[in-house]
């Protein structure tokens, strides 16, 4: 079976060893986040930067987070700068595909190793999921 996205994603994460390499450990996500930015554009791919993505509880807004990098309109990318990967990242991440019509998410995290997780919540799932809890957003 092929992953979905799979030639966008390991695109992704070349860039993000190359960027990783490049600057290596130690600085703010930002930091990260705008070099991520500029050298995902400068391979042609179409990045949106802190896009607001809305929350929703049983059909009300509730909140909204801000997404570090969508690539493509498809892939979310948070982006941490953390000692490792802990579960509440991986969560997070998940949440984010949630609220979307992305169904594919990388956690890119430039610790002292760098090292990703890649998430997939399919459109079809997040249907099942939202009529199971009642909500309608």
Not at 68 to 92: T, Y
Request: charged share 30%; glycine share 8%.
């Amino acid at each position: 079976m092929e992953l979905l996205y799979k030639d966008l994603t390991d695109s992704i994460l070349r860039t993000f060893y190359d960027v990783y390499n490049a600057l290596g450990f130690g600085f703010h996500e930002k930091v990260y986040q705008n070099s991520m930015y500029l050298e995902l554009g400068c391979r042609g791919y179409k990045v949106e930067s802190q896009k607001q993505i809305k929350v929703y509880y049983k059909g009300c807004q509730v909140g909204e987070y801000f997404a570090d990098l969508i690539v493509n309109e498809c892939v979310i990318l948070e982006l941490k700068a953390a000692e490792a990967i802990v579960p509440e990242f991986e969560m997070q991440l998940i949440n984010y595909l949630r609220g979307t019509d992305a169904e594919v998410g990388l956690l890119l995290n430039f610790g002292k190793k760098a090292e990703f997780r890649r998430k997939v919540f399919e459109n079809s799932r997040k249907k099942d999921w939202k009529m199971e809890r009642g909500q309608n957003g």
